[in-house]
């Protein structure tokens, strides 16, 4: 195996464990909170201070940092690479502390600015929340950097397990509340310091390793350096394209704010599924191939030949992952969260935003790894404009799609339509959660038009290769042979998921995943696809053994 598939699998190994301990916690977290205000209020608390994570940390790292990094160490010039380390270091930790403070001391502003739909005690909730958790998002930005230097030393496990220990510490303090029987409110204040407490520990984790790997590491300012000066001029645009999809992202809260009680946690609680395999199958093989691809720079042949391969990689894996979203998720989404506060109603809220989200998934995990292809290339304001353009689509289409919606709820009889708010008279029974509030599909329009703008982001960005590489192949040809063979596995998924709807949640996800799982696998032999082979040979090995 090569260099980089051993670290795409160090990666995705790490980022498997931290994400079922993510997945563990909104297990917990749906039974003592539930899908409500205090929710959305939490939600809100987390995705205000995930700005500052998102633009100083993993994704403009990536960008400007890591193609650096590595090509000193390629050019075995440690002792520079180190010096520039720590000063990239001595310059994020001024501006990620100077930006928590305004975060902790502009809560309120902020929060209003956000979600201006929350009211009450739900607003004031997620001001005293966001407080809490911008100190531990700010822990987290400094452990991207970290991160940085693992990956660019090809050490790939540590910073991608890392977050086990974030995800724990808040599972410690969900169950200390459930054990307490504390009202809602109080869970989400338990979570919003686990989350504070989890993120120092997250950046305990890797340092000494990042410390004992990058030799001679000293965090100091080193403004004069050109090492420095060559990150801060990749910086600025890897800031403005991260911008473009976090101003996305907080449009989309924004907008979710004014829909009914529990949008933003039906949100929140689809991303955490539909982000599980985007980071599992392709943000592992493109961060993985990112330090590789930026010490081949000087032969554009050789990217496009190991960008193209890691393509047909993430294709395979993200129409997988898209099949069976789309085709199993209600009872994925049962099994995980329904129980307790979550209702049967919020479990089928959860998966049609998921379906939707699904539809994108494939755009999504290409788009990642030409992402990266243009950042070892040294362009980084491409990537930047192709973004804005597609938060600008999805903010516009999610608009057009999300009010409509809103005026349907689950009731009875499945999704019925609301003439006015007279029609929610009668009872709703599975519809009405215990608040009394019904569940609306608003936020499912949200990812509708996200999902489209993912696939039109995709067709930007190959375009924008093909002027660095032409000799990569586009995303269309990448996508056909695994492409036939989702779309006759999801007839498959889809009929399982309708005979196995009165079977308990546990035996109907065994059958609709593995069967469904195993009909793509092998269609996609059949078809001549390389990557389903490579899954199968290990079968081959253990029948004929």
Same mark, same amino acid.
């Given at each position: ?24 916690? #909104?297990?917990? =977290?749906? /039974?003592?909170? $539930?899908?409500? %205000? &205090? @929710?959305?209020? !939490?939600? *809100? ?32 010039? #440690?002792?520079? =690479?180190? /010096?520039?380390? $720590?000063?990239? %270091? &001595? @310059?994020?930790? !001024?501006? *990620? ?40 998002? $700010? ?407």
């Amino acid at each position: 195996m090569s260099t980089a598939g051993r670290g795409a699998t160090l990666v995705g190994i790490g980022i498997f464990l931290s994400r079922s301990a993510g997945l563990v916690r #909104e297990m917990v =977290a749906g /039974r003592v909170i $539930g899908i409500n %205000g &205090a @929710a959305d209020a !939490l939600a *809100t608390a987390m995705r205000i201070p995930n700005l500052l994570q998102n633009l100083l940390g993993e994704g403009v790292l990536a960008a400007s940092f890591v193609p650096v990094y590595s090509d000193l160490l390629e050019a075995e010039d #440690e002792r520079a =690479a180190s /010096r520039m380390a $720590g000063a990239v %270091g &001595a @310059a994020l930790m !001024l501006v *990620t502390g100077l930006s928590v403070l305004v975060i902790v001391l502009a809560a309120r502003p902020l929060t209003r600015l956000i979600a201006w739909g929350l009211t009450g005690a739900s607003f004031d909730l997620a001001v005293e929340l966001t407080r809490i958790t911008a100190v531990g998002i $700010g822990f987290m930005v400094m452990s991207a950097w970290c991160l940085g230097i693992l990956n660019s030393h090809r050490n790939f496990f540590l910073p991608y397990v890392a977050p086990v220990v974030w995800n724990l510490a808040q599972i410690v303090a969900l169950l200390l509340a459930w054990q307490g029987a504390w009202d809602v409110a109080d869970a989400t204040r338990a979570m919003a310091v686990g989350v504070a407490v989890g993120g120092a520990l997250q950046l305990l984790v890797q340092y000494p390793t990042a410390k004992t790997l990058a030799r001679g590491l000293r965090v100091a300012f080193d403004a004069h350096n050109p090492h420095v000066r060559a990150v801060r001029r990749r910086f600025g645009p890897a800031v403005l394209g991260r911008g473009a999809v976090q101003i996305s992202a907080y449009v989309d809260l924004l907008l979710a704010s004014f829909l009914a009680a529990g949008a933003l946690s039906a949100l929140f609680k689809a991303q955490i599924l539909y982000t599980l395999p985007v980071s599992l199958f392709a943000m592992s093989v493109a961060a993985a191939e990112l330090p590789e691809l930026s010490r081949l720079t000087h032969d554009p042949g050789q990217v496009a030949q190991r960008t193209e391969a890691a393509l047909r990689r993430i294709a395979f894996w993200m129409l997988a992952s898209s099949l069976l979203l789309i085709a199993a998720g209600e009872p994925i989404v049962a099994l995980l969260f329904e129980g307790g506060a979550f209702t049967s109603a919020d479990t089928s809220l959860v998966w049609l935003i998921l379906l939707c989200y699904g539809l994108g998934l494939p755009a999504i995990g290409l788009s990642r790894m030409l992402q990266n292809a243009a950042y070892a290339m040294g362009d980084t304001a491409g990537p930047a404009r192709v973004a804005a353009l597609r938060v600008a689509l999805a903010a516009i289409l999610g608009a057009l799609f999300m009010f409509p919606l809103d005026r349907a709820f689950i009731g009875l009889d499945g999704i019925e339509q609301l003439g006015d708010a007279l029609g929610l008279a009668g009872p709703l029974d599975g519809a009405v959660r215990a608040d009394g509030s019904v569940v609306r599909l608003g936020a499912i329009g949200l990812a509708l038009g996200s999902a489209i703008g993912a696939w039109v982001e995709l067709v930007l960005l190959s375009r924008l290769l093909d002027r660095h590489l032409p000799a990569l192949r586009s995303p269309a040809a990448v996508l056909l042979g695994p492409g036939v063979a989702a779309a006759f596995a999801f007839v498959v998924t889809a009929a399982l998921k309708l005979a196995t709807g009165g079977l308990p949640s546990v035996l109907a996800v065994l059958l609709t995943v593995g069967v469904g799982g195993a009909a793509y696998v092998i269609i996609a032999f059949r078809t001549g696809v390389r990557e389903a082979d490579m899954v199968l040979r290990p079968v081959r090995r253990i029948i004929w053994r």
